[in-house]
């Protein structure tokens, strides 16, 4: 019985950094995802039915860090993969927040979407 809690504890212990890691996850018209292994917080509008992009902006919440703002357009503007920033020069463990509006040229509407807490 000890040796499976010693085994237990060890590979709780023994997990990777990516911990942290995330999605992607569905924000209404794309998707965020955020690679704590590789410190890439990822943004890509759905590239179905018109144009549409996604806006992220980073706020470090727990200490100061990078506070990127971007957009990620799909392949109606001829741009059909995701943009990444880095989160590389963060404090490991910084409490960060993205906040997240996309478009959709249907509906014609900029929307804010609900807000991603994460740690870097």
Same mark, same amino acid.
């Given at each position: 019985?000890?040796?499976?809690?010693?085994?237990?504890?060890?590979?709780?212990?023994?997990?990777?950094?990516?911990?942290?890691?995330? @999605?992607?996850?569905?924000?209404?018209?794309?998707?965020?995802?955020?690679?704590? @292994? /590789?410190?890439?917080?990822?943004?890509?509008? !759905?590239? %179905?039915?018109?144009?549409?992009?996604?806006?992220?902006?980073?706020?470090?919440?727990?200490?100061? @860090?990078?506070?990127?703002?971007?957009?990620? !357009?799909?392949?109606?503007?001829?741009?059909? @993969?995701?943009?990444?920033?880095?989160?590389?020069?963060?404090? /490991?463990? %910084? !409490?960060?927040?993205?906040?997240?509006?996309?478009?959709?040229? /249907?509906?014609?509407?900029?929307?804010?979407?609900?807000?991603?807490?994460? !740690?870097?």
């Amino acid at each position: 019985m000890v040796a499976i809690a010693v085994a237990a504890a060890s590979f709780a212990l023994a997990q990777p950094a990516s911990a942290n890691s995330f @999605g992607p996850v569905a924000v209404g018209d794309g998707t965020v995802s955020y690679n704590d @292994g /590789e410190d890439q917080f990822c943004a890509q509008a !759905y590239n %179905t039915e018109g144009s549409r992009w996604v806006e992220v902006t980073l706020v470090p919440l727990s200490r100061s @860090g990078p506070s990127p703002t971007w957009r990620d !357009y799909n392949n109606s503007y001829d741009h059909p @993969g995701s943009t990444c920033r880095s989160l590389a020069t963060a404090y /490991e463990d %910084t !409490y960060y927040r993205a906040d997240i509006k996309t478009y959709w040229g /249907e509906r014609g509407t900029v929307v804010n979407r609900a807000s991603r807490y994460f !740690y870097s």
